[in-house]
């Protein structure tokens, strides 16, 4: 039926010949439905026109809906909720400006392979497609669809179950991604009887099924590491996404192979690990002779695989990846096993055998040397008490509390922020430490902090560059709205990368990189009844982190950093073209 049918009046009849009342539904209470149907019991959003009721009647029917400020950090607590749960994390955007400000979100959980729906009310198709100028008229599908997995309109109340349901099954199945899901404004209004309503919901039924490894990959894979004489493993967030934590920590025990952990994949085996080759990274991949990527990419973060990092001599690379289309991206595969990681590592597993010895004794003790080498030198500098701090007194004292509270999630984003604290703070859980992922967006941490706390109920550190918690920085007001176990820590240097440029013509502006000196954001905490700490030695900070970690109350540090510590774009300034004319 269409949403125009509807049973005559005979037909609702009673036998006096009195009207009868008939049982209803419609778009929004369908939309909630096939949500909670599927488990999907989480909104993150910003409420408007014309997605306001829809809010309201969703909080009242049980989904927990979370406001923001700003639509781009909603979808970015969405985009890690679906990492955290492998279950797709919903953002839901008032119609144009909104839904173009959740669409970075939804490019950045695709960019990651992250399951999210964006859900965004939207303007008439008759007007739109007319162009005769709706309120925020927009083709928001046309715009959505080359920035994410799949994009689909629902415009028939009876096909919102299956709407949301191939949603569902395009966010996490295969490589997980971003979809999004047009919600035309009339849409939410249909009427329709609410026993067909309720038949038209489905129920979807292994949306992410297993995909096994060919048995020949598996043995091609095992001789080419049997044929290894410094085999190096690259574990990457799809590991960490895979949840198959136990299999992976047992194929890398059980291979006696080395591991370097990519940062969101660090904790899936406890970065002490005598196996580990974090604070040996350089050795490991210049003279490492065969490379297995597991949920890993070839990608600028690994420098695509070539370049002085990797050495003169060429690898043999295996790599283990749902998407087929991901081998040979940027060097040839000599191994490729085409899965989902938890089963082509159980395969490997199984096809090792009882028999399965190391090989490798002298190449995992030189590596192990020259980490523990490198971790020594290392030690003096993190436990400096320097004031203004610098980023290895600062985060070496974050560093032990970290080990303390291994359950305790870490957010990071900046630019000297997050690639310190990448190799400074050790993880020991899988999963809990959340940063910028592969596309580097800047602006993530305070949605991820949020999504962080609703979806696991642990203690989250968002430690922040001050430049970095500008762009979301007016979530903390929806942190302590929603009382949640958040400490955010900036790293306050007075500028990007540092605080100390000037201005070259000697005019009243500052520096484009030069923020407020001495700003005190932890006051602006205290605004919204939070609790706001200045620290400016090592000790205020880990007395200020420590005191959050008893209460539990949203809290936020203004770490007082020197501005000249630091530099130009952190560790990746050889992204950034030079110019070779000097003017005159």
């Known amino acids: 039926m269409t949403p125009a049918d ?40 910003v409420p408007g026109i014309p997605i306001t009721d829809f809010g309201r009647m969703a909080q009242a029917e049980g989904i927990r809906v979370f406001s923001f400020r700003h639509e781009q950090n909603a979808g970015n607590a969405a985009a890690i909720a679906g990492y955290l749960t492998k279950k797709p994390g919903i953002c839901l955007t008032v119609s144009a400006p909104g839904f173009l400000n959740g669409l970075t979100a939804l490019a950045h959980a695709t960019t990651n392979c992250w399951p999210m729906i964006l859900l965004s009310g939207s303007s008439e198709r008759e007007i739109v497609d007319l162009q005769q100028g709706d309120y925020e008229e927009m083709d928001q599908l046309a715009i959505a669809k080359p920035l994410c997995k799949a994009a689909y309109r629902i415009l028939h109340a009876q096909d919102i179950g299956i709407g949301v349901a191939r949603a569902i099954r395009a966010a996490v199945s295969g490589r997980p991604g971003g979809v999004y899901l047009d919600l035309p404004a009339k849409l939410f209004g249909q009427v329709m009887d609410a026993a067909a309503g309720a038949k038209s919901l489905v129920k979807v039924i292994d949306p992410a099924p297993k995909q096994l490894p060919a048995p020949d990959a598996v043995e091609r894979a095992l001789e080419v590491l049997k044929g290894a004489k410094r085999p190096l493993i690259i574990l990457g967030k799809g590991a960490a996404y895979a949840q198959a934590d136990d299999t992976l920590r047992e ?37 490492c002779d065969v490379v297995m990527l597991i949920g890993a990419r070839l990608n600028w973060l690994l420098s695509h695989g070539k370049g002085k990092q990797w050495g003169t001599e060429p690898k043999k690379i295996v790599q283990i990846d749902i998407e087929p289309k991901e081998m040979d991206s940027n060097l040839e595969i000599a191994a490729p096993i085409v899965g989902d990681i938890g089963s082509c590592v159980a395969a490997l597993l199984d096809a090792m055998g009882s028999d399965w010895r190391a090989t490798y004794p002298e190449w995992t003790a030189t590596v192990r040397e020259k980490a523990e080498s490198n ?11 320097n004031v203004p701090m610098d980023y290895h007194g600062a985060l070496g004292a974050l560093k032990p509390i970290i080990k303390a509270h291994p359950d305790t999630i870490l957010v990071n984003e ?22 910028v992922g592969t596309w580097g967006v800047m602006g993530i941490g305070m949605g991820t902090a949020i999504a962080a706390a609703v979806e696991t109920g642990q203690k989250v550190l968002a430690v922040e560059g001050d430049s970095a ?38 005019g009243p502006d500052v520096a484009p990189t030069v923020f407020v000196k001495d700003a005190r954001y932890d006051i602006m905490m205290q605004a919204f009844g939070g609790v706001g700490v200045n620290a400016t030695t090592p000790d205020e900070l880990s007395r200020a982190v420590n005191e959050f970690l008893a209460s ?14 630091g530099t130009e774009s952190g ?12 003017k005159k």
């Open 414 to 435: 900046g630019a000297n922020t997050l690639d310190f604290a990448r190799s400074i703070i050790d993880m020991y859980k899988p999963r809990k430490r959340l940063d």
């Open 251 to 287: 194929f890398v025990e059980k291979s006696g192979i080395p591991y370097l952990a990519m940062s969101m994949a660090k904790g899936l085996l406890p970065d002490d690990h005598p196996l580990s080759a974090g604070a040996a990274r350089s050795l490991a991949l210049k003279d």
């Open 6 to 45: 509807a049973t005559s009046p005979a037909e609702n009849a009673n036998i006096d010949g009195t009207s009868a009342p008939q049982d209803l539904t419609d778009g929004f209470h369908l939309i909630i439905d096939a949500l909670k149907l599927n488990g999907l019991n989480t909104i993150y959003g």
């Open 571 to 582: 560790r990746i300034g050889n992204l950034n073209p030079q110019s070779v004319v000097s």
């Open 552 to 565: 539990g109350r949203p809290t936020l540090i203004n770490a007082v950093i020197d501005p000249q510590s």
């Open 469 to 506: 918690f500008g762009f979301s920085g007016m979530e903390v007001e929806t942190i302590c709205r929603y009382n949640l176990p958040v400490c955010v820590i900036v790293f306050n240097n007075n500028g990007i990368y540092r605080g100390t440029d000037v201005n070259p013509t000697g």
């Open 375 to 385: 971790i020594a030198k290392m030690a003096p500098r993190l436990m400096n008490n």
